[in-house]
């Protein structure tokens, strides 16, 4: 067995057995079964019983079919000086007094504390549905006609005269794709944040022990870089395959495969060549700062230090998360464009381009390339400059080691 598979071999092994991956591999489980199971968490967090909503009727028009189909509160029709007692005396969490108002339904709410907002915007759209059928009443329309114009969608459909850019995607499927996006997105921030801290102190840590010299005298410097990329790198796939096979096996195998039938349902949207691209980028992005991270970890001299030299590449990873955030609204702005083309946050923001916008074929493989090239172009930076820095101390900000490494090495 080779002098890399050894060293492969035992930092995997190490990273695998530590409480630190055990214990972050169960949160982010934790995390998925609490997003999962979270009806039935609810329940045992937080009182079934529903608070009694009176509802105060001065209208000749019937509330109660619009009552019965809202679990949320229990409703109760009372009158007006019932109502105002109880919600002073704490017995009814709010009232909903009905009038006219020049033919429009016109409701006045009242409670004792401020609602919460969740419960305001429900009461509140439980109004406007029924200030919909109140004004149709008031038009004489028969049940028919209203539920003509209830159920009334328009039929949209899009047509383009560039004939280059005919498939574009329905509004469905780029909803899709920003959705999808967002999560892989999420997952690229967690695990370069994660893996760029543990591969900068691993480095980090074996030289300030002073355990690299020693290591160094049986193993080149290259030999010792390209290890701890790919055991960090197999630690980054197992986590990552440990963790979304739960998730397969929570939305297969729970529900009755309801939340699966979702979740294939919204997949099947996207295109193959599009889950291409978001492995490709996802696993890219992630070698990319893996590379930047042993640079680091050899720059300082003690493990006290990593946190200071990895600040730039936390930074691009939080530029990235939030100019992908702000594209959930909108993906299709200038900012959104160019930060797809710059390698360092690409991966968060291209895959929400080509989910969420009609983009041209070309422009995701220029991203791409422009991603593998400035990862093999840190690569081969990072070597020979590892080769340098790996045994070379020095004090003060990241600037001045690079300085130093410099002087003492030419």
Known sequence: MSKFS????????????TLTFRLMTLLYLGLICAFIFWPEIKGLLFSDDAEIVSVVNETDFDVAPFLQGNDQFDWQVVDADSAKKNVEEGEYYANVTLTDDQGKLSANITSLDPLPLNDQQSISGLISQMGQMYAMAQMDLTAEQQAVLLSAEPIISMHTLNEQASDGKSTEEKQAGIFVSYAIGFVIYIFVATYLSMITTEVASEKGSRALEMLLVSVKPETHFRSKLIGVFLVAITQFAIIFGALFLLLRFTYGGEKWTLVTDLLESMSIGYFLY??????????????????FGSLVSKVEEAGQVMMPALMMTLIGFYVMISGMGNPDTLLIKVFSYIPFTSGMVMPMRIGATDITS?????????????????????????????LTYSSGGLIQKIKTVFKVTT
């Not at 980028?281 to 991270?293: A, D, N, V």
């Open 6 to 17: 050894v060293l492969v071999k035992q930092l995997y092994k190490q990273k695998i057995r």
């Open 278 to 295: 978001v492995i490709g980028f996802l696993f890219g992005t992630i070698l990319m700062y893996l590379i930047l991270g042993a640079l």
């Open 362 to 390: 070309i422009e995701p493989i220029i991203s791409f390339v422009l991603l593998v090239g400035t990862t093999l172009l840190l690569y081969v930076i990072s070597l020979t400059f590892y080769k340098r820095s790996v």
